[in-house]
């Protein structure tokens, strides 16, 4: 197929075709450009923190500028860009198409859920130029609603209104995918990337409107001075917390179980092989977010909630264990006696695995109490947690990025330059933060831009793979535009996958399929051997062969 | 006579359906799906309310105390009357075979929903302007000296009208929209010519108004009937 028929992309070419189209894969581009810019100033904020931190003494910024860094990095990073970044892009692109739909159930709303979130990130942006925000992403009570004199109100109005973009994106996703599945597309042919966002989709729509009622209630302490979570005027601020983690704790899920599905399409793909355990990998996603619902309290285990209730939550939250080893074991199962194909996409999909793997251990850790009483607070948990929503997630993001970029642009990218980025971010994030994990057991607090001496060694290791890393996102930023341009085309299924995407020509015409398709195999179906040249390579030949034929 | 509208070819098809059955289903799942949203979104305020109800049980009891039962009782009859006449209208929208002209009762009823949602509405404001009147909006302003004797400690008082105004606050900005669908929606019934065009969207408004009488069902005996 080549460019020159019709697809999304030539199908007008005004800034209205784009700004006002109703079009999911367009949604979903526009969500790729603005996410992209979100994570640019989240990084930026991030570079530093990490040269402030190249010293024990706080001499490049003072104390507040510090705290005013790492709750932009945190807001920006959690609600603008890793919340949005697998489901809005590449969600939005690919459900109706792997499902074999038109478009999403509604348009209309997709386009306006995009509108909504553009509108909170302006929020955010504002809050940054008139002057940011101090309390952290996480706007603890009472400091965020009584003491804290940044511009808090702004800065959660921006999260309130952009979690109504998620909400209406869960919405659109399981109606689409109760609704418009092909014929022959039922519920154990879906693929698993479908199921992931599914589950993610859940945990969308049930836990977002508690973050929004619990910013709201923070606003409306903050505008009226009343005490609803300030316990000098008799509220409660575990109130606060328990609200705001029964909606936050399973957005750590909304970040990694999408990155959980691209992997799975990942695994099958470069392993050439069904993914082990089908059934039991589209639940596990299920039990993720299930159980991600009943364990908010273990953010809690020292603030004052009673040890019973702490000791429930140590259980319950060392049951996501479970459903997260099922998943790594079958993907590990997928693989053996695969023939494996160490493409750029499959890199990041053993990336994925590691870290994944890392960060879920040492989330077992903490989920013990005696444990997380030492470590909490300290940097532990930041390595902690970048490992799951940065290793993790940002690494199945690029992962999918790379594997769909020939769907979404018609292009392939430059093979080489994949393999290396891919390489110098899984070493450059392993080197910011696994000295991070000894930091915090040495007993180093975050959010101080001031340190013992004794930690510099570490710090510097920090900063330094921090530095590597940021060149390494910066890479495919660079090799990937350039192959929009100058990237041979790609044939419709350059992969060999399997899957209704890959059915469609590369790019898809605007209504995805000239023909509704049928299903008939189960999903997976790997099974013809392919050489390693046949596969993620451009079809120049069959161009020559189109134009020959014109000739004659 | 006997009228007879055929629903399934009126109603356009947008864009991913097949078929206008197709079409409805979208419509009614993501309208439940939405209304579970606002479950989990009141779902919090109720939270806040068992917790502090729980910490002060005397301050719930003498704040309640002001708010008026028999005003209180007629909103309820109100709504629930209203959410009786929408669900007849949509009883005869979806009717295929009719005796009559369907659309005169359905507009009749629509109407009068709507007037039944302005009386709750002015019923809900006087009482809260009565409400600030007397001081009771929170804030530092708020007239703490009233509840001296009723065994209330600190400001907590203050915290059971800071869940009454922000919940039935909340309920009104539902109920504004709500007045406004329904209103909408028997406007554009009253207009065309074909009103199992407007099926579909008089069953989501439906869907609505009955989820912000529900809302306002559990929050009556929540502030009014607090034992007195």
């Known amino acids: 197929m080549t460019e020159s028929s019709n697809n999304y992309l030539n199908d007008g070419s005004t800034i209205r075709s784009w700004l006002l189209t109703t079009d999911h894969k367009r949604i979903a581009i526009l969500y790729m450009v603005s996410i992209t810019f979100f994570f640019l100033f989240g990084g930026a904020a991030a570079v530093l923190i990490r040269l402030e931190l190249l010293t024990p003494e706080g001499d490049m910024m003072r104390a507040d500028t510090y705290n005013k860094l790492f709750s932009l990095h945190g807001i920006i990073m959690v609600f603008f860009f890793l919340i949005p970044s697998i489901p809005s892009v590449l969600g939005n692109f690919l459900i109706p198409i792997m499902i074999g739909a038109r478009d999403m159930a509604f348009p209309k709303l997709n386009l306006i859920s995009w509108y909504i979130f553009m509108t909170g990130g302006l929020f955010s942006l504002i809050t940054i130029l008139v002057g940011g925000v101090d309390t952290g992403w996480t706007f603890y009570t009472p400091y965020s609603s009584t003491y804290a004199n940044t511009y808090v109100l702004l800065a959660a109005a921006g999260i309130f209104i952009a979690g109504f973009s998620s909400i209406l994106t869960g919405l659109n996703f399981i109606v689409t995918i109760h609704l418009l599945r092909a014929p022959g597309m039922h519920w154990f042919r879906l693929p698993l990337f479908v199921w992931t966002h599914y589950a993610t989709s859940l945990i969308f729509v049930l836990g977002t409107p508690v973050l929004a009622v619990t910013l709201a209630l923070l606003g409306v302490e903050r505008i009226l001075g009343v005490g609803i979570f300030d316990p000098a005027l008799g509220g409660d601020p575990l109130l606060f917390q328990h609200l705001f983690w029964f909606y936050s704790h399973p957005a750590v899920y909304i970040m990694i179980l999408p990155g959980m599905g691209v992997v799975s399409e990942l695994m099958a793909c470069f392993s050439r092989k069904p993914i082990f355990g089908y059934g039991f990998v589209a639940m596990a996603g299920l039990g993720i977010a299930v159980l991600s619902f009943l364990v908010w309290g273990h953010h809690m285990f020292v603030s004052g909630q009673s040890v019973y209730a702490g000791l429930v939550f140590s259980f319950l939250s060392m049951l996501v264990a479970i459903p997260s080893a099922v998943k790594v074991f079958n993907w590990t199962a997928t693989m053996y006696k695969g023939t494996i194909f160490l493409k750029t996409p499959m890199l990041y999909a053993l990336g994925f695995i590691g870290l994944f793997t890392v960060g879920g251990l040492t989330g077992i850790s903490l989920a013990t109490l005696p444990f997380d009483v030492h470590v909490h607070d300290t940097y532990f948990i930041v390595a902690h947690f970048h490992y799951i929503m940065v290793g993790s997630a940002v690494m199945a993001y690029l992962g999918g990025i790379h594997f769909w970029w020939p769907k979404i642009t018609g292009r392939i990218y430059s093979e080489w330059w994949g393999r290396v980025s891919a390489l110098v971010v899984f070493f450059g994030f392993n080197l910011a933060f696994f000295p991070q994990f000894v930091l915090g057991y040495l007993g180093n607090p975050r959010r101080y831009h001031q340190y013992p001496g004794e930690f510099q060694v570490f710090h510097i290791m920090s900063s330094l793979g921090a530095t590597i890393l940021g060149l390494g996102y910066l890479l495919p930023l660079c090799y990937l535009t350039w192959s929009l341009k100058y990237g041979r085309r790609a044939s419709d299924n350059p992969w060999h996958a399997k899957g209704l995407e890959w059915e469609t020509s590369s790019p898809p015409p605007t209504h995805n399929f000239v023909t509704t398709p049928i299903v008939n195999e189960p999903p997976y179906n790997y099974g013809q051997p392919h050489r390693e040249e046949e596969i993620g390579e451009g079809e120049p030949a069959k161009h020559h062969v189109e134009k020959a034929e014109v000739e004659s | ?228």
Request: proline share 4%; aromatic share 16%; glycine share 8%.
């Open chain 2, 1 to 228: 006579m006997s009228i007879q509208y055929s629903s399934t070819q009126t109603v356009p098809l947008a864009l991913p359906y097949d078929n206008a059955d197709q079409q409805r289903e979208a419509a009614v799942f993501g309208m439940w799906i939405f209304l579970a949203t606002e479950v989990l979104f009141f779902g919090g305020l109720f939270v806040a309310y068992i917790v502090y109800r729980y910490e002060y049980p005397a301050a719930f009891k003498a704040g309640s105390a002001h708010l008026s039962i028999m005003s209180g009782a007629v909103m309820t009859a109100v709504l629930l009357l209203g959410s009786l006449l929408v669900a007849i209208s949509d009883v005869l929208i979806r009717r295929r075979v009719h005796d009559s002209d369907p659309r005169k009762a359905i507009v009749r009823n629509l109407a009068i929903t709507t007037f039944l949602g302005v009386v709750f509405l002015s019923l809900e404001f006087y009482e809260w302007g009565q409400l600030i009147h007397e001081g009771f909006f929170p804030g530092p302003q708020f007239n703490l000296a009233r509840f001296a004797e009723s065994g209330a400690g600190g400001r907590s008082p203050e915290m059971f009208f800071c869940l009454f105004f922000f919940m039935t606050g909340l309920h009104a900005f539902h109920m504004i929209i709500g007045v406004a669908l329904i209103g909408g929606v028997a406007t554009a019934l009253y207009r065309t010519d074909n009103i199992a065009r407007h099926a579909n969207l008089l069953e989501n408004i439906g869907l609505y108004w009955h989820f912000v009488d529900i809302i306002w069902v559990f929050l009556f005996p929540l502030f009014y009937l607090v034992e007195a």
